[in-house]
């Protein structure tokens, strides 16, 4: 016997498809530390929260990677296996600031529209390497 998708189920399905997508693009964009291409990624009303700094909008979303690029090119870095369902995505990570013990870190992408419309970054990281406010 076989079932009918609902519509509701399809639609989750293609969402989180969706999202899927866009977020392989965001991490391939981050790897090759792409700032153009990861700002792109991003809706152009786009809000992110890192800590306790809130960036709106694609030009002050770029001066954030900038810094965080800068900041993750001193260690390693490791990014868990993501945690994808209809227009969320959620990630943790770990990253050893010039070899000295692991700092854990999250973040929560909400995706609309084919674009990055919200995300959330928390990490005591971000306490010994600030992001300056906007």
């Keep these: 016997m076989t079932t009918k998708k609902t519509a509701a189920a399809q639609a989750s399905e293609d969402t989180t498809r969706a999202t ?73 990570w770990h990253f050893s600031p010039g070899g000295r013990p692991a700092v854990f870190g999250s973040d929560t992408f909400v995706v609309e529209n084919h674009a990055i419309s919200y995300q959330t970054t928390a990490s005591p990281l971000y306490e010994e390497y600030p992001v300056p406010a906007p």
Excluded: C, M
């Design 20 to 92: 899927k997508a866009i977020w392989r693009r965001h991490r391939d964009a981050w790897d090759k530390r792409d700032l153009e291409a990861l700002v792109s990624d991003y809706s152009p009303t786009a809000i992110l929260f890192l800590n306790h700094q809130t960036y709106v909008g694609q030009p002050q979303i770029r001066k954030a990677f900038q810094r965080l690029f800068e900041i993750f090119d001193q260690g390693e870095e490791h990014i868990d296996t993501p945690t994808i369902k209809d227009r969320i995505a959620y990630i943790t």
